[in-house]
């Protein structure tokens, strides 16, 4: 059961990173840092820059939901400053039941600041 869930984190890590789309990672003359992903934060509507871990981390403590969403990319409710962040500690409902259990894939993707209007 661990090594599944470890190998089903690694590929949503994975799979996030190059599900960004192409807009986003061509951002070099725009105030990007690189070719990480960008995350969309609602509450603020700004743009952050991220860097991905690939360490998996176990489903205990508290997550921020990450999802996708459509021609915007990936985004989440709170940001740095609101509170709801949770410093980037991530969990993607990968079973699609709404809640937060032992089918999701959890992890940590800090943002980094400051945010910005465009991705």
């Known amino acids: 059961m661990l090594r599944?869930?470890?190998l089903t984190t690694l590929l949503v890590v994975l799979s996030l990173t190059v599900a960004v789309p192409a807009a986003f990672a061509d951002r070099g003359g725009e105030?990007?840092?690189g070719d990480g992903p960008v995350i969309y934060v609602t509450s603020q509507g700004l743009y952050y820059d991220?860097?991905?871990t690939a360490n998996p981390l176990p489903p205990h403590?508290?997550?921020?939901?990450?999802e996708?969403?459509?021609p915007i990319g990936l985004q989440t409710e709170?940001?740095?400053g609101d509170p709801g962040y949770v410093g980037g500690?991530?969990?993607?409902d990968l079973n699609g039941n709404g809640e937060m259990d032992g089918d999701d894939a959890y992890f940590s993707c800090p943002l980094l600041g400051p945010g910005r209007d465009a991705p």
């Open 89 to 92: 500690r991530w969990w993607v």
């Open 61 to 66: 403590g508290p997550f921020q939901k990450l």
């Open 78 to 80: 709170f940001g740095p």
């Open 4 to 6: 599944k869930l470890s």
């Open 31 to 33: 105030g990007g840092r």
């Open 68 to 70: 996708m969403a459509g």
């Open 50 to 52: 991220s860097i991905v």
